[in-house]
Nanobody, 130 residues
Framework: EVQLVESGGGSVQAGGSLRLSCAASGFTFDDHAIAWFRQAPGKEREGVSS????????YYGDSARGRFTISTDNAKATVYLQMDSLKPEDTAVYYC???????????????????????WGQGTQVSVSS
């Protein structure tokens, strides 16, 4: 059974940092793309960052580029999202997602498309105050 368990959310002031963790189990870690999405109240789910575990290629949404960093600990089957210079508009529930992916041939935009992913975690709340 595929399981994705997020942790690390919380409340922080603008300019602060948080590190989210996504512990994965029940599937072959190296065969998948793992992504972070977020969803604020009344808004669509947005792709934040993704990593293709085949070759380590990373992808970032416009709101995350330059401030957030995705990384992995393969031994722990865990994906991290380091979030720095947080802004109030980063407030959302953050979700981890996984999708089996081939080594190549996947269009880049799919890595940040929530419709492509078939396994999801329960989410963790991030709140940034001004």
């Amino acid at each position: 059974e595929v399981q994705l368990v997020e942790s690390g959310g919380g409340s922080v002031q603008a300019g602060g940092s948080l590190r989210l963790s996504c512990a994965a189990s029940g599937f072959t870690f190296d065969d998948h793309a793992i992504a972070w999405f977020r969803q604020a109240p009344g808004k669509e789910r947005e792709g934040v960052s993704s990593i293709n575990m085949h070759d380590g290629t990373t992808y970032y949404g416009d709101s995350a580029r330059g401030r957030f960093t995705i990384s992995t600990d393969n031994a722990k089957a865990t994906v991290y999202l380091q979030m720095d210079s947080l802004k109030p508009e980063d407030t959302a529930v953050y979700y981890c997602a996984a999708q089996r992916a081939p080594p190549r041939g996947v269009s880049w935009y799919l890595f940040l498309s929530p419709r492509w992913y078939d396994s999801w975690g329960q989410g963790t709340q991030v709140s940034v105050s001004s």
